[in-house]
Protein backbone atom coordinates (compact mmCIF):
# COMPACT_ATOMS: atom_id res chain seq x y z
CA UNK A 1 0.00 0.00 0.00
CA UNK A 2 1.33 3.41 -0.99
CA UNK A 3 2.05 5.72 1.88
CA UNK A 4 0.07 8.79 0.91
CA UNK A 5 2.33 11.39 2.22
CA UNK A 6 4.84 10.51 -0.66
CA UNK A 7 2.48 12.41 -2.94
CA UNK A 8 3.13 15.49 -1.85
CA UNK A 9 7.30 15.24 -1.65
CA UNK A 10 9.17 16.62 -4.39
CA UNK A 11 9.35 14.41 -7.67
CA UNK A 12 13.31 13.88 -7.27
CA UNK A 13 12.43 12.28 -3.54
CA UNK A 14 9.56 10.18 -4.76
CA UNK A 15 10.71 5.98 -6.01
CA UNK A 16 7.20 5.94 -7.92
CA UNK A 17 8.21 8.36 -10.48
CA UNK A 18 10.74 9.01 -13.03
CA UNK A 19 11.89 12.90 -12.76
CA UNK A 20 12.93 14.74 -15.40
CA UNK A 21 13.88 18.25 -14.97
CA UNK A 22 13.18 21.03 -17.75
CA UNK A 23 15.12 23.62 -18.58
CA UNK A 24 13.44 26.47 -20.56
CA UNK A 25 16.02 28.68 -23.05
CA UNK A 26 13.14 31.42 -24.18
CA UNK A 27 14.32 34.81 -25.77
CA UNK A 28 16.83 36.48 -28.07
CA UNK A 29 20.57 35.25 -27.44
CA UNK A 30 23.22 38.48 -26.18
CA UNK A 31 25.39 39.64 -23.46
CA UNK A 32 22.91 41.58 -21.65
CA UNK A 33 19.36 42.50 -20.89
CA UNK A 34 16.87 45.20 -20.13
CA UNK A 35 13.99 46.55 -18.79
CA UNK A 36 12.29 46.87 -22.04
CA UNK A 37 13.88 43.37 -23.12
CA UNK A 38 15.11 40.25 -21.69
CA UNK A 39 17.84 37.82 -23.01
CA UNK A 40 19.34 34.61 -22.54
CA UNK A 41 23.04 34.46 -22.19
CA UNK A 42 25.20 31.45 -20.73
CA UNK A 43 25.12 33.96 -16.98
CA UNK A 44 21.44 33.28 -16.94
CA UNK A 45 21.03 29.98 -17.91
CA UNK A 46 24.10 28.51 -16.04
CA UNK A 47 22.27 28.17 -12.64
CA UNK A 48 19.15 26.58 -13.95
CA UNK A 49 21.42 24.14 -16.36
CA UNK A 50 24.06 22.73 -13.37
CA UNK A 51 20.50 22.53 -11.21
CA UNK A 52 18.69 20.40 -13.51
CA UNK A 53 22.08 18.10 -14.16
CA UNK A 54 22.64 17.48 -10.34
CA UNK A 55 18.97 15.65 -10.36
CA UNK A 56 20.68 12.17 -9.38
CA UNK A 57 17.64 10.44 -10.08
CA UNK A 58 17.22 11.56 -13.50
CA UNK A 59 17.90 9.40 -16.55
CA UNK A 60 17.90 12.54 -19.38
CA UNK A 61 17.39 16.14 -18.94
CA UNK A 62 14.72 18.31 -21.36
CA UNK A 63 15.84 21.34 -22.70
CA UNK A 64 12.81 23.68 -23.86
CA UNK A 65 14.16 26.16 -26.59
CA UNK A 66 12.65 29.21 -27.86
CA UNK A 67 14.72 31.92 -29.74
CA UNK A 68 15.38 32.94 -32.72
CA UNK A 69 19.43 33.52 -32.32
CA UNK A 70 21.02 35.94 -31.19
CA UNK A 71 24.43 36.06 -30.12
CA UNK A 72 26.82 33.68 -32.10
CA UNK A 73 29.37 33.79 -28.85
CA UNK A 74 26.67 33.03 -26.16
CA UNK A 75 24.68 30.44 -28.19
CA UNK A 76 27.60 28.67 -28.75
CA UNK A 77 28.80 28.88 -24.66
CA UNK A 78 25.12 27.87 -23.44
CA UNK A 79 25.77 24.68 -26.16
CA UNK A 80 29.07 23.93 -24.85
CA UNK A 81 27.83 24.01 -20.97
CA UNK A 82 25.13 21.54 -21.92
CA UNK A 83 27.56 19.36 -23.19
CA UNK A 84 29.54 19.59 -20.82
CA UNK A 85 27.21 18.98 -17.90
CA UNK A 86 25.68 16.04 -20.17
CA UNK A 87 29.31 13.91 -20.17
CA UNK A 88 30.03 15.16 -16.35
CA UNK A 89 26.65 14.06 -15.41
CA UNK A 90 26.05 10.89 -18.18
CA UNK A 91 22.38 12.23 -18.76
CA UNK A 92 20.85 12.36 -22.27
CA UNK A 93 19.86 15.26 -23.28
CA UNK A 94 16.34 15.94 -24.88
CA UNK A 95 15.53 19.59 -26.63
CA UNK A 96 11.98 20.31 -27.58
CA UNK A 97 12.04 23.24 -29.99
CA UNK A 98 8.83 25.40 -29.12
CA UNK A 99 7.88 28.57 -31.92
CA UNK A 100 11.29 28.47 -33.29
CA UNK A 101 14.80 27.60 -32.79
CA UNK A 102 16.75 29.74 -35.26
CA UNK A 103 20.47 30.70 -36.03
CA UNK A 104 21.97 31.01 -31.92
CA UNK A 105 18.82 29.15 -31.39
CA UNK A 106 19.71 26.50 -33.45
CA UNK A 107 23.40 25.96 -32.61
CA UNK A 108 21.87 26.05 -28.59
CA UNK A 109 19.28 22.80 -30.12
CA UNK A 110 22.03 20.75 -31.63
CA UNK A 111 23.26 20.29 -27.61
CA UNK A 112 20.74 17.99 -27.51
CA UNK A 113 21.27 13.92 -28.14
CA UNK A 114 17.78 14.06 -29.90
CA UNK A 115 15.60 17.08 -31.11
CA UNK A 116 12.28 17.10 -31.26
CA UNK A 117 10.08 20.09 -32.87
CA UNK A 118 6.39 20.45 -33.44
CA UNK A 119 5.31 20.26 -36.95
CA UNK A 120 4.80 23.83 -37.27
CA UNK A 121 7.95 25.05 -35.48
CA UNK A 122 10.94 27.09 -37.43
CA UNK A 123 14.41 25.41 -36.98
CA UNK A 124 17.52 26.29 -38.98
CA UNK A 125 18.90 29.63 -40.07
CA UNK A 126 22.41 28.29 -39.94
CA UNK A 127 24.12 31.38 -41.11
CA UNK A 128 25.66 35.01 -39.65
CA UNK A 129 23.97 39.16 -39.74
CA UNK A 130 24.92 41.19 -38.94
CA UNK A 131 22.86 44.56 -38.81
CA UNK A 132 23.31 48.34 -38.50
CA UNK A 133 22.39 51.88 -39.72
CA UNK A 134 23.73 54.85 -41.91
CA UNK A 135 23.33 58.51 -40.58
CA UNK A 136 25.38 60.26 -43.25
CA UNK A 137 22.71 61.94 -45.30
CA UNK A 138 20.36 62.55 -42.03
CA UNK A 139 23.76 64.24 -40.55
CA UNK A 140 24.12 66.34 -44.13
CA UNK A 141 20.71 67.27 -43.69
CA UNK A 142 20.71 68.38 -40.21
CA UNK A 143 23.75 70.37 -40.28
CA UNK A 144 25.73 68.10 -37.71
CA UNK A 145 29.36 67.87 -38.33
CA UNK A 146 30.69 64.23 -37.04
CA UNK A 147 34.15 64.89 -35.15
CA UNK A 148 36.04 61.41 -33.82
CA UNK A 149 39.82 61.29 -33.33
CA UNK A 150 41.54 58.03 -33.23
CA UNK A 151 45.15 56.43 -32.47
CA UNK A 152 44.71 53.39 -35.47
CA UNK A 153 43.64 53.71 -38.24
CA UNK A 154 40.70 51.39 -38.25
CA UNK A 155 39.37 52.05 -34.41
CA UNK A 156 35.78 53.78 -36.64
CA UNK A 157 35.57 50.63 -38.87
CA UNK A 158 31.93 50.81 -40.14
CA UNK A 159 31.15 53.96 -38.50
CA UNK A 160 27.52 54.63 -39.18
CA UNK A 161 27.93 58.55 -39.23
CA UNK A 162 30.82 58.26 -41.56
CA UNK A 163 30.30 56.95 -45.31
CA UNK A 164 30.83 53.29 -45.81
CA UNK A 165 34.20 51.89 -47.28
CA UNK A 166 34.68 48.83 -49.64
CA UNK A 167 37.77 47.91 -47.56
CA UNK A 168 35.86 48.13 -43.90
CA UNK A 169 32.72 45.94 -45.81
CA UNK A 170 35.36 43.25 -47.13
CA UNK A 171 36.63 42.56 -43.96
CA UNK A 172 33.79 42.40 -42.12
CA UNK A 173 32.29 39.67 -44.65
CA UNK A 174 35.51 38.17 -44.02
CA UNK A 175 34.78 37.93 -40.42
CA UNK A 176 30.82 36.12 -41.00
CA UNK A 177 32.67 33.68 -43.35
CA UNK A 178 35.11 32.67 -40.50
CA UNK A 179 32.29 32.29 -37.69
CA UNK A 180 29.85 30.71 -40.19
CA UNK A 181 32.03 28.32 -40.73
CA UNK A 182 32.59 27.43 -37.15
CA UNK A 183 28.59 26.85 -37.16
CA UNK A 184 28.64 24.45 -40.06
CA UNK A 185 31.24 22.74 -38.39
CA UNK A 186 29.34 22.21 -34.93
CA UNK A 187 26.09 21.48 -37.20
CA UNK A 188 28.34 18.41 -38.86
CA UNK A 189 29.69 17.21 -36.05
CA UNK A 190 26.22 16.73 -34.06
CA UNK A 191 23.93 15.47 -36.85
CA UNK A 192 26.15 14.07 -38.77
CA UNK A 193 25.22 11.43 -41.34
CA UNK A 194 21.56 12.58 -40.36
CA UNK A 195 21.77 15.85 -42.56
CA UNK A 196 20.20 15.31 -46.31
CA UNK A 197 22.41 16.38 -49.08
CA UNK A 198 20.49 20.21 -49.70
CA UNK A 199 22.58 22.89 -51.00
CA UNK A 200 20.58 25.49 -48.85
CA UNK A 201 20.76 23.66 -45.66
CA UNK A 202 23.79 26.31 -44.76
CA UNK A 203 22.55 29.24 -46.65
CA UNK A 204 20.90 30.52 -43.93
CA UNK A 205 17.45 29.53 -44.64
CA UNK A 206 15.11 27.81 -42.25
CA UNK A 207 11.74 25.31 -42.70
CA UNK A 208 8.86 24.02 -40.69
CA UNK A 209 9.75 21.40 -37.84
CA UNK A 210 7.72 18.82 -40.77
CA UNK A 211 10.61 20.25 -43.62
CA UNK A 212 13.61 20.17 -40.80
CA UNK A 213 12.74 16.33 -40.09
CA UNK A 214 12.98 15.85 -43.81
CA UNK A 215 16.27 17.80 -44.22
CA UNK A 216 17.57 16.15 -40.38
CA UNK A 217 17.44 19.05 -38.57
CA UNK A 218 15.60 17.15 -36.32
CA UNK A 219 14.83 13.98 -35.04
CA UNK A 220 11.22 13.64 -34.52
CA UNK A 221 8.11 15.36 -34.30
CA UNK A 222 6.94 15.06 -31.24
CA UNK A 223 5.82 17.43 -27.47
CA UNK A 224 7.63 17.18 -24.45
CA UNK A 225 5.26 15.48 -22.02
CA UNK A 226 4.12 12.65 -25.25
CA UNK A 227 7.60 11.97 -26.04
CA UNK A 228 8.85 11.92 -22.11
CA UNK A 229 5.60 9.72 -21.37
CA UNK A 230 6.25 7.11 -24.41
CA UNK A 231 10.28 6.91 -23.11
CA UNK A 232 10.42 6.70 -19.96
CA UNK A 233 6.79 4.99 -19.32
CA UNK A 234 4.04 6.95 -17.22
CA UNK A 235 5.92 7.47 -14.10
CA UNK A 236 7.81 9.80 -16.22
CA UNK A 237 7.32 13.54 -14.55
CA UNK A 238 8.68 17.01 -15.69
CA UNK A 239 10.11 19.18 -13.32
CA UNK A 240 10.38 22.78 -14.55
CA UNK A 241 13.94 23.95 -12.98
CA UNK A 242 12.96 27.89 -11.84
CA UNK A 243 15.36 30.33 -11.97
CA UNK A 244 16.76 30.76 -8.27
CA UNK A 245 15.36 34.38 -6.82
CA UNK A 246 17.08 36.74 -4.35
CA UNK A 247 15.63 37.88 -0.99
CA UNK A 248 13.12 40.51 -2.54
CA UNK A 249 11.67 37.79 -4.84
CA UNK A 250 13.68 38.68 -7.75
CA UNK A 251 15.35 36.61 -10.54
CA UNK A 252 19.32 36.53 -9.28
CA UNK A 253 21.50 36.35 -12.39
CA UNK A 254 21.62 37.49 -16.06
CA UNK A 255 19.92 40.15 -16.38
CA UNK A 256 20.89 43.52 -16.62
CA UNK A 257 19.45 47.26 -16.33
CA UNK A 258 19.57 49.98 -19.18
CA UNK A 259 21.26 53.24 -17.91
CA UNK A 260 18.94 54.97 -15.50
CA UNK A 261 17.41 54.07 -12.14
CA UNK A 262 18.16 52.12 -9.30
CA UNK A 263 15.44 49.71 -10.39
CA UNK A 264 16.12 49.53 -13.79
CA UNK A 265 13.70 52.45 -15.24
CA UNK A 266 15.36 53.96 -18.29
CA UNK A 267 15.72 57.19 -18.57
CA UNK A 268 17.11 59.96 -20.83
CA UNK A 269 19.76 58.32 -23.28
CA UNK A 270 19.05 54.72 -21.47
CA UNK A 271 15.39 54.88 -22.73
CA UNK A 272 16.64 55.71 -26.38
CA UNK A 273 19.16 53.06 -26.23
CA UNK A 274 16.37 50.47 -24.58
CA UNK A 275 13.67 51.02 -27.12
CA UNK A 276 16.46 50.58 -29.97
CA UNK A 277 17.02 47.14 -28.81
CA UNK A 278 13.48 46.30 -27.96
CA UNK A 279 12.71 47.21 -31.74
CA UNK A 280 16.02 44.82 -32.99
CA UNK A 281 14.52 41.86 -30.29
CA UNK A 282 11.41 42.07 -32.10
CA UNK A 283 12.50 42.33 -35.88
CA UNK A 284 14.73 39.50 -34.97
CA UNK A 285 11.11 37.66 -33.80
CA UNK A 286 9.20 38.89 -36.58
CA UNK A 287 11.72 37.47 -39.33
CA UNK A 288 9.99 34.22 -38.25
CA UNK A 289 6.49 35.48 -38.55
CA UNK A 290 6.31 35.82 -34.42
Not at 220 to 246: F, H, I, N
Amino acid sequence: MKNPVTKYLPARFRKDVVPIPVVRINGTIMAGGGRLRTSISLATVAQGLDKAFSVKKAPAVAIVVNSPGGSPVQSRLIYQRIRDLAVEKDKAVLVFVEDVAASGGYMIACAGDEIIADPSSIVGSIGVVTGSFGFVEAMRKLGVERRVHTAGENKVTLDPFQPEKPEDVAHLKALQREIHEVFIDLVKTRRGTKLADDPDLFTGLFWSGLRGLELGLVDRLGDLRGVLKERYGEAAKPMLVQQARGWFGRKTPGVTSVLGLPDGTAVGAGAAEALIAAAEERSLWQRYGL
